[in-house]
Structure formats: structure tokens, C-alpha cells
Nanobody
Framework: QVQLQESGPGLVKPSQTLSLTCTVS??????????WSWIRQPPGKGLEWMGV???????YYSPSLKSRTSISRDTSKNQFSLQLSSVTPEDTAVYYC??????????????????WGQGTQVTVSS
């Protein structure tokens, strides 16, 4: 059974960088052909897929967030991380990490995770 757990600060000041880590157990983040995503849900809104790091370390980001988003991994700890720069109150959301299957191409990729973390609330406020 794969388990994912998000961790990181619950409060970030505007203009700062939001940093979250997802710790995975029950499976390796380097196992073919999985991809590991970050997804968020602002209050009163739907889910927004942010980006992914695949089993081979390749990354792909939502075009709307690409300029501010970076996803990396630490294979020795079986963790992957999210950094979102220049945050504003509009970045307030519950942030989830999740596992998906890596597609052949991201041109028409639609996220369909099979395992999710429980989510962590991040509030952007001074």
C-alpha cells in the first residue's frame, strides 16, 4: 500500500517561496512508470494540477504556474518537493501530493492519481 504524506509550513508571507515535501512509503519514487504530482485546491474552488516529477526525474508543469513552480526529488529519502515562488494570498489552498502513471506525452495529459496524501493547508498572509 502506497502512502504519501505532505509536510511544510502552514503559513507563508506574501512574496516568499512556499516549500512543501511529500514523503512516500510503500513504493519507490523511481519505480517505472509512475509520476508524482502536486495538486492544490483553493477555498471554494476545484482541484488544480500544478506539476509532476516522473520516475526518471523528468518534470512537467502547468503552463499557468510554470514560471513560479519547481519540483525536485531526493531519491535517498524517497521524497519529492514543491517550491512555489512569489506567492500571493491567491495561492492559499490545501496542497496535495499524489501518484499517477507517467504518460507517453504531456501534451494532452490529464492527471488521474490513484494514491493521494491527506493534504496540507497553506495560508499566504502577512
Amino acid at each position: 500500500q502506497v502512502q504519501l504524506q505532505e509536510s511544510g509550513p502552514g503559513l507563508v508571507k506574501p512574496s516568499q517561496t512556499l516549500s512543501l515535501t511529500c514523503t512516500v512509503s510503500g513504493g519507490s519514487i523511481t519505480t517505472s512508470y509512475y509520476a508524482w504530482s502536486w495538486i492544490r485546491q483553493p477555498p471554494g474552488k476545484g482541484l488544480e494540477w500544478m506539476g509532476v516529477i516522473a520516475y526518471d526525474g523528468s518534470t512537467y508543469y502547468s503552463p499557468s504556474l510554470k514560471s513560479r513552480t519547481s519540483i525536485s526529488r531526493d531519491t535517498s529519502k524517497n521524497q519529492f518537493s514543491l517550491q512555489l515562488s512569489s506567492v500571493t494570498p491567491e495561492d492559499t489552498a490545501v496542497y496535495y501530493c499524489a501518484r499517477d502513471t507517467a504518460p507517453d506525452s504531456y501534451s494532452d495529459y490529464v492527471a488521474a492519481p490513484d494514491y493521494w496524501g491527506q493534504g496540507t493547508q497553506v495560508t499566504v498572509s502577512s
